[in-house]
């Protein structure tokens, strides 16, 4: 293929006279351009390489947040040869170039359209470019299922119990459930108790952001008789009971207080271990003024029972509770048994899964999940993800499940065939003609 | 114009180097040989096939001596020199002699001079004297080490608090080398109750044992029953020294039982499905003690006590073989002998070694062809052997596939062959669509430094290289799809960043004109590779996230790995665009492969050593010491060849040029 070959014009477009359409051609044309696509793709193999020395020192979650999903972003890259770091500073750590880069985004949103326009429309649609097609085709669909993954998809985590054979079950364990929790996002749930249901409103984490550090932010949940003031929130802190030897830095409330938390230098980060909390202060229009604290940590392995932290308004009980968010799944899951076999003679896993039974509609269909066989239904996965307790194991052994809903789910694996039948049929193409060819004879010695 | 032969001279220079390894005279022994036979080279073949389950699997005797070896000593056989009545002598040994000394003559292994320090600092810190060099290596014995014990306990307790990034060279060390003693004590204790026999006193005791006035293990298992019954029948009366010295043969016994901590060596009498695990003979000696004898168990622990303890070495061998065969005998029965039998084969007949020597056969002989260059004979001859090579390197890691009963790439140490091989046949194909000799020179002398590499990594690495896989990865259809396909897309980037580098040193040392037909022909050539490695890089990387959608619950998590494998593609992806565009023509693109080429060191290996995500396997300093010297080699063809395009952008025409516009479809 040369040059001047995939820089033409389709018949089709680009004939309409006037200075407009000669501007609407031209950013057409610079769109589309080849040389766009590559300065387009070097951007994202640089915020690969850098969002991928970054997760050295920071959690994988964070990073992709940043780099990947962000609009904009400063990647810092400590300079470093031969595995030491060149110019550290008093921590040891070496010097930082920080590089202004778009965020990966709007960088494949561009290359998006650069692909429809310059790969698909403006090309040549000739047999000889057919393999190109169909794989731009392909790539068009991965950066779709990526969009589409990114915004309409969520996930979460499941744990359960084994039911036990014997009928002896723990009101404190949970043994089967269709709900599951998110990994890192949290919400506050304002309860009321109406005697045999409770009633929830939820606000989101990210509503409480504003109450970092010295802001705070103020609830007024409609219908209910109180005020909630939610201030000193923290992402990653813990709650400790003040004792007498025990220094706090923050107010203490009802004998205990938050703590912030950090990774230590040389610790790998795992943000799905970071438990927010902050203070509340409810303002009851009765005039009473309740201080609490709220701690997110989830009991694992399922929050069958939540203790949320609860005050009484005009005779009336009402509760705050700091959780992760929750979602609802269309069926249950029970899990039945759980197995888990080792490597003999060792404590490594050969294998470990959950025997699971599916409720719907009162019905209990049986069903496996374990490594590479996760069980998809109504556009849920549910993978088999851990296990415990560890390290020894049970009995009572339980299971943790990731469950995910992702409508582009088998998009990629179409893709990949797309793009496989492309690339096989225009580089195959290129061979034979290129066996065929003068050059070849001109070039061979 | 200097042509290929004065370039074949730079390639001999550049072997030569690489292979001009540095000797040091073997240590001295402090102590002297108890063992002055040495063990029949028929008897050390026979018994390193001796079956055994360690680390989840059943494995002859010779691989976890040479996986142990590696681990602690750094090298592939033990020498040392030993004061005899002929004057000094060296002794070498291979790993299986090695282990058996450990087993038979523990007293003589322990002074071999074998843990491996690199840093002068772990000496002070253990209280050894030493020179004062920092860099080099010395080799400490089990009985210099033993008695700082605990010192090093205390110390690698410490360290082991500390992440694994924030410790020091030193500390590190210190760690490692105490996780070293403690696998060489097991060892060394493992069988120490079944060489020392035990002095018996008082006639009950004597009769109840047939007579016998010192016993052994085997005694006990053989006896097992009428001693447990001896034994209930006394009650809380066994401690009185009528009844001999029964309370010190029990706490031996219970010593016996809980000292056996090493790989395990009896087979299991139930089948497979039943009883996996095989037993330690500590194990058996307290079932024994339970009430539960097997004969057959009693049967092998006789014959391995008399192996240990045989004054005579034909004895002594003979006995062993016996245990050998015993036990290969009920491996068989529970169908895991098979594998074990293979394995033994696989390192005896050593195909990648073989393969590695038929490559620098071949890299000479496609020298010849590069010196003669009008015979067609000598051309064929070195793809011949060439191809001779990577067949014996695909019989090698066949056989692997067989043993593991996995696809060729399971763990890190595959990749070095699997690159090694598929980089050599891609430069065999390359020269066969477009000959020009160059490509046939590289082709075996990849394959050769590839297969080096891998024997590097596995000492270096000392672990098993058939060790079981995790749970998420025992899934052959996608070890089988995903893996090889991304490592295509290595050991193609890896060959066209070698042709680059050819293209490179020929038009920095002047061996011909950019535009000659050689230089176009070295373009041409990088350019078909890069395209291939483009395709199998892209379906490698989905291929990846679709598997990763189905174990992880996400298609793509912005891994290390994962990155890795996309930064290939998009490096390759830009660069053919560029190349079409007319953004970079015959210098930019083979610069920008060579760029490729450290991309994908940075994807294949050191993605694994930052230490973080899904695909961290290890972490290992000599490890990034290699990954920064592919670099400094990639770096330095780069930084001179952008040199020489920069300075010397218009070197003077030649006859024979052929203009861009050729290249370009």
């Known amino acids: 293929m040369t040059a001047t070959a995939t820089s033409e014009v389709r018949a089709a477009g680009g004939t309409a006279a006037g200075p407009r359409s000669v501007r609407f051609a031209a950013a057409v044309r610079g769109l589309g351009s080849m040389k766009l696509a590559v300065w387009l793709v070097l951007i994202l193999a640089a915020l690969t390489w850098l969002g991928t020395l970054a997760q050295t020192n920071r959690s994988t979650f964070d990073v992709q947040r940043e ?92 744990g359960l119990y084994e039911t036990p054979r014997d009928g002896g079950s723990s009101p404190n364990r949970a043994y089967e459930s269709s709900r599951f929790v998110s990994f890192h996002d949290f919400e506050l749930a304002l309860l009321a108790d109406r005697g045999d249901t409770i009633e929830e409103r939820v606000v989101p984490e990210r509503q409480l952001h504003a109450a970092r550090g010295d802001g705070s932010v103020r609830l007024r949940p409609d219908g209910l008789p109180f005020e909630v003031q939610v201030h000193r929130w923290h992402d990653f802190c813990r709650a400790v009971p003040k004792g007498l030897m025990v220094q706090s830095t923050s107010p203490v409330v009802d004998g205990a207080f938050l703590m912030p938390q950090s990774w230590s230098a040389g610790e790998q980060p795992r943000s799905e271990q970071e438990i927010a909390g902050c203070y509340v202060t409810v303002y009851g229009d009765d005039g009473e003024r309740i201080e609490g604290i709220l701690w997110g940590l989830p009991r694992l392995p399922h929050d069958r029972h939540r203790y949320p932290f609860t005050f009484t308004i005009r005779g009336q009980r009402y509760g705050l509770d700091l959780r992760h968010v929750v979602f609802d799944l269309p069926f249950g899951l029970r899990l039945d048994r759980f197995q888990k076999l080792d490597h003999p003679g060792t404590m490594s896993p050969k294998d470990f899964r959950s025997f699971v039974s599916v409720l719907e509609d009162g019905q209990a269909r049986e069903a496996q999940i374990f490594m590479n066989n996760p069980l998809r239904k109504d556009g849920y996965v549910v993978y088999q993800t851990n296990w415990g307790p560890q390290p020894m194991g049970g009995p ?39 066996l065929d060819s003068s050059t070849r004879s001109s070039l061979a010695g | 114009m200097l042509h290929p032969r004065s370039l074949s001279l730079w390639f001999v220079s550049l072997w030569l180097a690489l292979l001009a390894g540095c000797s040091r005279p073997a240590p001295r022994l402090q102590g002297e040989l108890v063992r002055t036979e040495p063990w029949s080279v028929d008897f050390v073949a026979s018994f390193g096939a ?37 004057g000094d002598r060296t002794t070498k040994l291979n790993p299986t002699e090695w282990l058996l000394d450990v087993w038979c003559h523990p007293d003589q292994a322990a002074l071999y001079p074998l ?64 996780r070293q003693l403690l696998v060489y004590h097991r060892l060394h204790q493992q069988l120490a109750a079944l060489q020392a026999p035990f002095q018996l006193r008082g006639d009950e005791l004597r009769t109840l044992f047939g007579g016998a006035d010192r016993i052994g293990i085997a005694d006990v298992l053989q006896h097992a029953d009428a001693f447990r019954s001896y034994v209930r029948g006394l009650g809380e009366d066994f401690a009185n020294e009528k009844h001999g010295n029964l309370q010190q043969l029990l706490g031996f016994l219970e010593e016996a039982s809980q000292r056996d901590r090493g790989p395990l060596l009896l087979p299991p009498a139930r089948p497979p499905g039943e009883a996996d695990t095989w037993h330690s003979i500590g194990e058996i000696v307290d079932a024994a003690l339970r009430g539960r004898v097997d004969l057959q168990h009693v049967a092998m622990c006789r014959q391995l006590q008399a192996g240990l303890v045989a004054p005579a070495m034909a004895d002594r061998q003979r006995h062993l073989r016996e245990f050998q065969v015993a036990v290969a005998a ?14 033994s084969y696989y390192y005896a007949a050593n195909w990648h070694f073989h393969a590695m020597m038929t490559f620098l056969l071949g890299f000479v002989v496609a020298v010849v062809a590069c ?19 990577v067949a014996m390197l695909t019989a090698d890691v066949w056989i692997r596939c067989l043993i593991t009963g996995h696809p060729p790439i399971t763990r890190l140490y595959d990749t070095f062959l699997f690159i090694g091989g598929g980089g050599a046949l891609t430069l065999l194909v390359a020269e066969l669509v477009l000959p020009r000799r160059i490509a046939l020179v590289l082709a ?89 490695s483009l395709a199998t890089s892209v379906v490698g990387t989905i291929l990846g996230g679709v598997w990763a959608n189905d174990s992880w619950g996400r298609f793509w998590g912005w891994d290390p790995k994962e990155n890795g494998a996309l930064l290939i593609c998009l490096s390759q992806i830009a660069l053919l665009h560029a190349r079409m565009s007319g953004m970079v023509r015959d210098a930019g693109f083979v610069l920008w492969s060579v760029v490729t080429g450290m991309i994908v060191v940075f994807s294949w290996f050191h993605t694994n050593l930052l230490g973080v995500g899904l695909h961290a396997y290890g972490f290992s300093s000599a490890l990034l010491t290699g990954v920064w010297v592919s670099y400094g080699i990639l770096g330095g063809f780069f930084v001179a060849g952008l040199l020489d395009v920069v300075l010397r952008p218009d070197p003077a025409p030649v006859e024979r040029a052929v203009p861009d516009v050729a290249l370009a479809e």
């Open chain 1, 67 to 158: 780099y990947f999903e962000s609009w904009f972003v400063l990647a810092r890259l400590e300079l470093s040869f031969w595995g030491r770091p060149l110019f550290p500073g008093a921590d040891g750590s070496g010097f930082e170039l920080v590089v202004p880069l778009p965020g990966a985004y709007p960088v494949m949103a561009l290359l998006f359209v650069n692909l429809l326009v310059g790969g698909l429309l403006r090309m040549r649609w000739s047999l000889r470019n057919l393999g190109i097609l169909v794989t731009h085709v392909g790539i068009a669909l991965l950066l779709v299922a990526g969009f589409v993954k990114l915004h309409y998809s969520w996930s979460g985590s499941l």
């Open chain 1, 396 to 434: 009572p052994w339980y299971s943790v499940f990731e469950v995910s809903y992702n409508p582009s789910d088998f998009w990629p694996t179409l893709a990949c065939f797309v793009i496989f039948f492309g690339l096989l049929v225009h580089f195959v193409g290129k061979l034979v003609r290129f």
């Open chain 2, 50 to 86: 001796l079956p055994l389950q360690n680390e989840g699997r059943v494995m002859p005797f010779s691989s976890l001596a040479a996986f142990t070896l590696y681990a602690i000593h750094g090298r592939r056989d033990v020498q040392f020199v030993a004061s005899g009545p002929g």
């Open chain 2, 115 to 178: 843990f491996r320090i690199e840093n002068v600092e772990v000496l002070s810190a253990l209280g050894f004297a030493h020179g004062g060099q920092k860099q080099g290596f010395e080799y400490l014995s089990y009985a210099q080490l033993l008695p700082q014990g605990e010192k090093l306990q205390e110390l690698a307790g410490k360290y082991q608090d500390k992440p694994q990034k924030q410790r020091s060279e030193a500390e590190e060390h210190i760690v490692q080398l105490f």
């Open chain 2, 330 to 343: 009920a491996a068989d029965r529970r169908g895991e002998q098979g594998s074990v039998a293979l394995e």
């Open chain 2, 371 to 389: 010196v003669l260059p009008r015979s067609r004979l000598v051309w064929w001859l070195a793809m011949l052997v060439g191809g001779g090579a």
């Open chain 2, 444 to 532: 075996p002398f990849v394959g050769a430094v590839f297969i080096f590499l891998a024997r590097l990594f596995e000492v270096a690495d000392g672990q098993d290289t058939m060790k079981p896989l995790q749970a998420v990865l025992l899934s052959n259809f996608w070890l089988g799809v995903h893996v090889p396909t991304m490592n295509m897309g290595y050991f193609s980037g890896v060959a066209a960043a070698v042709v680059a580098m050819a293209w490179v040193a020929v038009r920095v040392l002047r061996l011909a004109h950019p535009n000659s037909t050689l230089a176009k022909a070295l373009v041409r050539t990088t350019y078909g590779i890069t395209c291939f």
